[in-house]
């Protein structure tokens, strides 16, 4: 029995709460999974209900998943109270934020885990631990819904496709997906790059978040830009199939990386070529789903590879890692903690000569 603690869950939108969500559906053993469904301000009571149902499991946990660093503070807690070994996934942002404070508490809770117990969802994530924390944890790349995507195909009529959507029914059609925050670069590109296009090219971005506000003002001066906000599943589909490209703008903020980049990584499941910035952990997605890598913030480089992107010949939809891959690993991962959790328990136990 693994115990699954996280306080990103849906219906939140993001990376954390896709990843989640996909590796709890997809875990292929017996599991509990006690997920913060409110604001963060309920923070300090979910702790306390996380404790107690650590507590309920004494004695039948095998591990405990923290879904994220923040939660890596309450580790030594949640161990003691299940009598159970705990693992934490890091995912960037829950490394380098930069609150006064913060970085010390997490570095603390993290060194106390170890390299065994600490996993990085990129490379680029490990490096930022092992530069704060002096070791190189875990890393187990994040995937895709691969049997959702792969479902995925170019629109038979895509002028309809479109306009289901409200969008315009010719032209070259750009996507973005994902939370609108400022190192998403959804606003950066729509000032800076989508000037820059053809005047066919139409922008569509799918999400919500603060940067929205910025990315309305920019629509009211540019037609081309498309805010569509937060899209169920099937329509998300609808428009990836009806799309021509996918684009990643990301923009570097201080404290605020990109740890993997789940969105891009589904657009090329779906089949949709995809540029991304050459920035953090992007990197390795790109690597991993054949996406193209951009300068970041270099409208004229974007706007280059932008114009040699949907001049280019269809390729071969790309093999992506699925969700059920990276439940796997973490399986078996979580069967190694607990093994050596037990073979040092009695050692522990004894009382020193």
Same mark, same amino acid.
């Given at each position: 029995?693994?115990?699954?603690?996280?306080?990103?869950?849906?219906?939140?939108?993001?990376?954390?709460?896709?990843?989640?969500?996909?590796?709890?559906?997809?875990?292929?053993?017996?599991?509990? $999974?006690?997920?913060?469904?409110?604001?963060?301000?309920?923070? !300090?009571?979910?702790?306390?209900?996380?404790?107690?149902?650590?507590?309920?499991?004494?004695?039948?946990?095998?591990?405990?998943?923290?879904?994220?660093?923040?939660?890596?503070?309450?580790?030594?807690?949640?161990?003691?109270?299940?009598?159970?070994?705990?693992?934490?996934? $890091?995912?960037?942002?829950?490394?380098?934020?930069?609150?006064?404070?913060?970085?010390?508490?997490?570095?603390?809770?993290?060194?106390?885990?170890?390299?065994?117990?600490?996993?990085?969802?990129?490379?680029?994530?490990?490096?930022? $631990?092992? +530069?704060?924390?002096?070791?190189?944890?875990?890393?187990?790349?994040?995937?895709?819904?691969?049997?959702?995507?792969?479902?995925?195909?170019?629109?038979?009529?895509?002028?309809?496709?479109?306009?289901?959507?409200?969008? !315009?029914?010719?032209?070259?059609?750009?996507?973005?997906?994902?939370?609108?925050?400022?190192?998403?670069?959804?606003?950066?590109?729509?000032?800076?790059?989508?000037?820059?296009?053809?005047?066919?090219?139409?922008?569509?971005? $799918?999400?919500?978040?603060?940067?929205?506000?910025?990315?309305?003002?920019?629509?009211?001066?540019?037609?081309?830009?498309?805010?569509?906000?937060?899209?169920?599943?099937?329509?998300?589909?609808?428009?990836?199939?009806?799309?021509?490209?996918?684009?990643?703008?990301?923009?570097?903020?201080?404290?605020?990386?990109?740890?993997?980049?789940? @969105?891009?990584?589904?657009?090329? +499941?779906?089949?949709?070529?995809?540029?991304?910035?050459?920035?953090?952990?992007?990197?390795?997605?790109?690597?991993?789903?054949?996406?193209?890598?951009?300068?970041?913030?270099?409208?004229?480089?974007?706007?280059?590879?932008?114009?040699?992107?949907?001049?280019?010949?269809?390729?071969?939809?790309?093999?992506?890692?699925?969700?059920?891959?990276? @439940?796997?690993?973490?399986?078996?991962?979580?069967?190694?903690? +607990?093994?050596?959790?037990?073979?040092?328990?009695?050692?522990?136990?004894?009382?020193?000569?």
């Amino acid at each position: 029995m693994i115990l699954f603690i996280t306080r990103k869950y849906p219906p939140a939108i993001g990376g954390m709460e896709e990843f989640s969500r996909q590796l709890t559906g997809h875990f292929p053993r017996p599991a509990e $999974v006690c997920a913060l469904r409110r604001g963060q301000r309920w923070l !300090p009571l979910f702790t306390a209900a996380a404790a107690w149902r650590a507590f309920s499991l004494r004695g039948r946990a095998d591990a405990i998943h923290l879904g994220d660093g923040l939660l890596a503070l309450a580790a030594p807690l949640f161990e003691v109270l299940a009598a159970a070994p705990a693992v934490v996934t $890091v995912h960037g942002q829950d490394v380098t934020r930069p609150f006064p404070g913060y970085g010390a508490l997490v570095r603390s809770a993290l060194r106390w885990l170890g390299p065994r117990r600490v996993v990085a969802v990129s490379r680029y994530t490990a490096d930022e $631990v092992e +530069a704060r924390c002096g070791f190189r944890p875990r890393v187990i790349l994040n995937g895709v819904d691969a049997g959702r995507f792969a479902r995925i195909r170019r629109a038979p009529d895509p002028a309809a496709a479109r306009a289901a959507l409200g969008l !315009p029914p010719a032209g070259p059609l750009l996507v973005t997906t994902g939370r609108l925050v400022e190192r998403k670069g959804a606003a950066w590109f729509a000032a800076e790059v989508l000037p820059l296009l053809p005047p066919a090219v139409t922008f569509a971005v $799918v999400g919500e978040g603060p940067e929205a506000p910025r990315l309305r003002a920019i629509a009211s001066r540019e037609p081309r830009l498309r805010l569509l906000g937060p899209l169920p599943p099937g329509r998300l589909d609808a428009l990836y199939a009806c799309a021509d490209l996918f684009v990643a703008p990301n923009v570097p903020v201080p404290g605020r990386p990109e740890g993997f980049g789940i @969105a891009p990584a589904e657009a090329a +499941a779906a089949g949709l070529p995809v540029l991304v910035a050459a920035l953090e952990g992007l990197v390795d997605m790109a690597r991993l789903c054949g996406a193209r890598l951009v300068p970041p913030a270099d409208p004229a480089a974007w706007a280059r590879a932008v114009a040699e992107e949907l001049a280019a010949p269809p390729r071969p939809r790309p093999r992506v890692r699925s969700w059920a891959d990276v @439940a796997a690993d973490y399986a078996r991962l979580f069967d190694a903690v +607990a093994a050596e959790w037990r073979r040092e328990a009695p050692r522990a136990s004894q009382p020193a000569p």
